[in-house]
């Protein structure tokens, strides 16, 4: 079996409220994605999200934004890899990252969840696996811990914003090489990116 990428998740909160908020930057590169691809997301309650099957740059590629609350964020990942039998090597998660400025973004494989609660039960869904794919998109910090949670589910100014574009575009353009497996020269075309 092949551990090409099969699933891109984009990680968020559901609800107008949430619309367009920091941590919902995951979400919405899944939904830049589709929109290129000219795909409808259709609401699957078996998987606890809004899904759509796409061709995309010659990859036909399963996208996901769950509609749980972030924190059971891989209720919905889990779920689609059960039915679709994909192992974590063959999912991409789409979050925002508190570790990166506005106008970054970072592919990376495995590691820890970083406090990120969609990360965090991804993990614990996948039985400790942390071995699928992340793509992080900076949104930057606040400063200080006591303040990150009404910073996260808040809207960026308008230049930071079009700052997280910019890197969401970044990233689209760097994916193909990543989903044909060539994660170095992707890491290396999006990470000397900087808006």
């Given at each position: 079996m092949s551990d090409k990428v099969q699933l891109i998740v984009g990680l968020?909160?559901?609800?107008?409220?949430?619309?367009?908020?920091?941590?919902n930057a995951g979400a919405d590169l899944v939904s830049a994605l589709a929109y290129q691809c000219r795909a409808d997301f259709k609401q699957e309650s078996r998987f606890h999200g809004r899904y759509a099957k796409v061709?995309?740059?010659?990859?036909?590629?399963h996208l996901l934004i769950p509609t749980?609350?972030?924190?059971?964020?891989?209720?919905?990942?889990q779920a689609l890899c059960a039915f679709y039998?994909?192992?974590?090597e063959q999912v991409l998660v789409v979050h925002d990252e508190l570790d990166l400025p506005p106008g970054q973004a970072r592919f990376k494989k495995g590691g820890g969840h970083g406090g990120h609660n969609g990360l965090k039960d991804i993990?614990?869904?996948?039985?400790?696996?942390?071995?699928?794919?992340r793509l992080r998109l900076g949104i930057g910090h606040p400063g200080h811990a006591s303040q990150v949670s009404g910073y996260v589910?808040?809207?960026?100014?308008?230049?930071?914003?079009?700052?997280i574009e910019l890197a969401t575009d970044a990233s689209l353009a760097a994916l193909p090489?990543?989903?044909?497996?060539?994660?170095?020269?992707?890491?290396?075309?999006?990470?000397?990116?900087?808006a």
């Open positions: 968020g909160n559901p609800g107008a409220q949430y619309d367009r908020t920091r941590h061709n995309w740059q010659g990859y036909t590629l749980t609350f972030m924190n059971l964020s891989g209720q919905a990942v039998k994909l192992t974590p993990i614990a869904r996948f039985g400790g696996n942390r071995d699928f794919h589910l808040g809207k960026a100014p308008a230049a930071e914003q079009q700052l090489l990543g989903l044909d497996d060539n994660w170095s020269k992707a890491m290396n075309q999006l990470h000397s990116f900087t």
